[in-house]
């Protein structure tokens, strides 16, 4: 059940040199690091590509002719979109302390004296590369957190006002009619036999009231979830998302009496197929889903497949400007417990899987046999 690993980014490396043989040499040295190698022949040209690129590594030769390995470094680093940009100096010529020091103070990471070394310059290079890439990944998470804490309170506001709606129209509606009832109850000027009536018709608007406060408590938290676990939480809540929503669905556990978890790791697990089933909900199109849950002695498998419409290439890749705070919330929630998550066209449909290794959680388990629903 597990997807293919992707392959990692590549990041640019600009190498800039006058000499056309030297361009040559670097990159056969580097072409080992499976990263996209840039050439320039001089200092204007490299400032060219910088303007229009984004590198990770800037190798750079400190004789140059119109602007030097040096006044180069000046001219990148003054700039806000390079300064943190690494460059590595090369020199035949340069080779004192004062004019590695001179690099140093100008910007550079590193100063390679010829002949060079190619396993060394290998090693420096890729040093620096996978340190932009990191840096790149963080940069890109961060972004994407702070777009799902936005969409997140923005969820959370929009929940809160759906359930303030609920509240005042439904159950606050119901308990102004009882006031009003309950009132002309006392009144002298009603017969026993309306009375009667009007104490009968309290009752019922009591008794919706209640089973109002119900629902609204078991969409926030099933008591079952606490109770009987699990597999009994999620046998209701698919009982009643299939009534209401007009949609077939069916649940299959594997074994039959899937063990108790830990509260934490079952609500986890409760709310990754409660969004997922909300989803085909909403924008599947789909008449018919099945949800499976599976707990082997290596991992614990979640699948959730429609027969809808399916998803597009993006919101599969998790591309940021793509899913919404639910997918988002579902990766997270998963990628705490050591698991991962993937979306998959199912032609037709879709297929929401998840794998948690139990290794990745064996101290938080259970094995308590469920009480079957």
Aim: charged letters at 25%; hydrophobic letters at 40%; one cysteine or more.
């Amino acid at each position: 059940m597990r997807g293919a690993m992707t392959e990692k980014e590549k990041v640019n490396i600009l190498m800039v040199d006058d000499q056309p043989a030297k361009l040559m040499s670097y990159e056969v040295i580097l072409g080992e690091l499976g990263e996209n190698l840039v050439k320039a022949s001089s200092g204007r040209e490299a400032l060219d590509l910088l303007l229009k690129n984004d590198f990770a590594v800037v190798l750079m030769d400190v004789s140059m002719p119109e602007i030097d390995g040096f006044e180069m470094a000046d001219i990148i680093h003054q700039h806000p979109r390079f300064q943190k940009t690494a460059i590595i100096f090369i020199s035949a010529v340069h080779l004192t302390d004062l004019d590695r020091i001179k690099g140093y103070q100008r910007g550079a990471v590193d100063y390679i004296s010829v002949p060079i070394v190619p396993e060394l310059l290998r090693a420096k290079v890729s040093v620096f590369a996978e340190l932009h890439r990191k840096s790149h990944q963080l940069e890109m998470l961060n972004g994407e957190l702070r777009r799902l804490s936005g969409s997140l309170i923005s969820t959370q506001d929009e929940e809160r006002r759906r359930i303030a709606r609920e509240l005042h129209d439904g159950l606050g509606q119901d308990l102004t009619v009882v006031k009003i009832m309950l009132q002309g109850i006392f009144r002298d000027e009603h017969s026993a036999e309306s009375k009667e009536q009007s104490i009968a018709d309290v009752n019922k608007l009591i008794d919706g009231a209640l089973q109002q406060v119900r629902s609204v408590s078991y969409l926030l938290h099933p008591p079952l979830l606490d109770e009987v676990g699990l597999r009994s939480a999620l046998g209701w809540y698919v009982d009643g998302l299939s009534k209401r929503g007009g949609i077939e669905i069916t649940m299959e556990t594997q074994p039959s009496d899937f063990p108790r978890l830990v509260p934490e790791i079952e609500t986890t697990l409760f709310r990754v197929i409660q969004e997922a089933l909300t989803n085909v909900f909403r924008h599947s199109r789909a008449s018919k889903a099945c949800v499976i849950l599976v707990r082997t002695d290596n991992e614990i498998a979640i699948s959730v497949r429609d027969d809808g419409v399916g998803v597009t290439d993006e919101i599969a890749g998790f591309r940021p400007d793509a899913i919404g705070v639910g997918i988002g919330s579902m990766r997270q929630r998963i990628k705490e417990l050591g698991g991962e998550l993937m979306l998959q066209k199912a032609n037709p449909g879709t297929n929401v899987e998840v794998v948690i290794p139990i290794a990745s959680i064996q101290s938080d388990i259970h094995v308590v046999p469920a009480i079957a629903r």
